[in-house]
């Protein structure tokens, strides 16, 4: 199994907190010990990546001010319930927020929804009919899909927060 690229994650961990920087140091860590061996399915892979990113996602929301402090704290604020945009024009939609907030939110908010599909809910969710085993191959380019869109989300962040001032 072929490392995460050094650089991805050197320029993801600049956006994440000291817990979720952990959370990539544990994957990173696994993916050494996987080096010779091989399993039927890499989803468990993921998890950590999946993890953090939902912890990032709700700090990059408080951070431009989509959420407030108790959505923030709530055991109830759902993630991919806010970022769907199927759902973007109930009332609690961040896909619409994004959207509203700036001319390149929705692209961004597109970003952050196909990363939390397919590095999440496709990893958690259990689908009778198709189980989605990943490869490890699979595995690394969904922890790269969700480190490119802290990246992206970071960066929005810091322009968006510089054309404030």
């Not at 979720?20 to 892979?45: A, T």
């Not at 990546?49 to 700090?59: I, N, P, V």
């Not at 907030?101 to 958690?124: S, T, V, Y």
């Not at 191959?137 to 970071?154: F, M, P, Q, T, Y």
Request: hydrophobic share 40%; aromatic share 10%; proline share 4%.
């Amino acid at each position: 199994m072929s490392p995460i690229q050094p650089d991805l994650v050197t320029q993801a961990k600049k956006y994440l907190s000291p817990s979720q920087i952990g959370l990539l140091d544990d994957i990173c860590l696994v993916i050494r010990l996987l080096k010779k061996n091989s399993i039927s399915d890499y989803s468990f892979l993921v998890a950590p990546a999946a993890k953090a990113y939902e912890g990032y996602l709700k700090d990059f929301f408080l951070s431009l001010g989509i959420i407030d402090e108790n959505s923030y704290e709530s055991d109830r604020f759902r993630v991919g319930k806010t970022l769907n945009p199927s759902l973007r024009y109930k009332r609690f939609s961040i896909f619409q927020k994004l959207s509203d907030l700036d001319p390149d939110g929705e692209a961004l908010a597109e970003i952050l929804w196909d990363a939390w599909k397919h590095g999440r809910n496709e990893i958690f969710h259990y689908f009778p009919s198709d189980l989605k085993k990943i490869s490890d191959s699979e595995a690394l380019d969904r922890i790269h899909l969700i480190l490119n869109a802290v990246i992206k989300s970071g960066e929005f962040l810091k322009k968006h927060k510089s054309s404030l001032v």
